[in-house]
């Protein structure tokens, strides 16, 4: 299993970015997907998961009505739209799929005040 993050940068408060998730090394859409973040000093959460379809979908309630998650299961993809970022947001963020143990490198999501 091989997940590979891309997308993130630094960018002000109330700006956007889009971050992709590339999958390889199982059979992508049978599984559900999940973005993770992790910030300085902080455990890794949870931000929102997909269901194996992308007909299903959960965020956590700091990100909601922010973040949109998807999906692209032609092309063993996955994203995380993040609108009206905020400096709470800055972290270092993870796709995951739940079932296999492996973590990608993460991408760097900093965003300034």
């Known amino acids: 299993v091989q997940l590979v993050e891309s997308g993130g940068g630094l960018v002000q408060s109330g700006g956007s970015l889009r971050l992709s998730c590339a999958a390889s090394?199982?059979?992508?859409?049978?599984?559900?997907m999940s973005w993770f973040r992790q910030a300085p000093g902080k455990e890794r959460d949870l931000v929102a998961r997909?269901?194996?379809?992308?007909?299903?979908?959960y965020y956590v309630s700091s990100v909601k009505g922010r973040f949109a998650i998807s999906r692209d299961n032609t092309n063993n993809a996955m994203y995380l739209q993040m609108n009206n970022l905020k400096p709470e947001d800055t972290a270092v963020y993870y796709c995951k799929a739940p079932q296999f143990p492996s973590w990608g490198q993460g991408t760097q999501v900093t965003v300034s005040m």
């Open positions: 997909i269901s194996s379809t992308g007909g299903s979908t």
């Open positions: 090394g199982f059979t992508f859409s049978n599984y559900a």
